[in-house]
């Protein structure tokens, strides 16, 4: 089975998440649990252990860290990723969902779905962005990559 049956955010190194962190974080988790596409890419001509998976997403060393382990607990791949492709539409991403919150509150629907447009947007770069990075290591789908740059936002911005 290609898919994820658990995902642990590990942000022992990291400052506490705010509330509304930690509830997107929860969000996100239930949304990619509840559907999702994820199976581990050959390697070196080798075939990856058989699914389904368990995933712990973590920031060391200035990396992000996917620690994939099969359903088991059995190590099944690392893959330590550089932030620095990321920090641009994750900030961007960030931008958008301030303004998308306050807009809310105080704009009407035609200006805030152009503004929920422009963060569906971003978010979508995101979710290709991971792709690309994740390419010859890990087969996602694209909803799949969106869940998981979601997780990567809040990691990445957690304290």
Do not use: W
Not at 1 to 10: A, F, G, P, T
Not at 23 to 41: H, P, T, Y
Not at 49 to 58: C, K, S, W
Not at 80 to 93: A, C, E, I, N, T
């Amino acid at each position: 089975m290609s898919k994820l049956v658990h995902v642990e955010i590990d942000d022992s190194a990291l400052p506490p998440p705010t509330p509304e962190i930690e509830q997107e974080r929860k969000v996100a988790i239930f949304d990619l649990l509840e559907d999702n596409s994820f199976g581990l890419a050959k390697r070196e001509g080798r075939a990856p252990p058989d699914g389904p998976y368990r995933l712990t997403l973590a920031i060391r060393e200035r990396r992000l860290v996917f620690d994939v382990t099969t359903e088991g607990g059995e190590p099944a791949a690392e893959f330590h990723l550089s932030l620095g492709p990321f920090r641009q539409v994750v900030k961007d991403y960030f931008q958008i969902c301030e303004s998308y919150f306050d807009a809310v509150k105080k704009l009407p629907p035609s200006q805030i779905e152009a503004i929920d447009m422009a963060r569906r947007g971003i978010h979508n770069e995101g979710a290709r962005l991971l792709e690309e990075r994740l390419e010859d290591k890990v087969v996602i789908d694209s909803d799949t990559a969106r869940r998981i740059f979601t997780l990567v936002c809040v990691l990445h911005f957690g304290g």
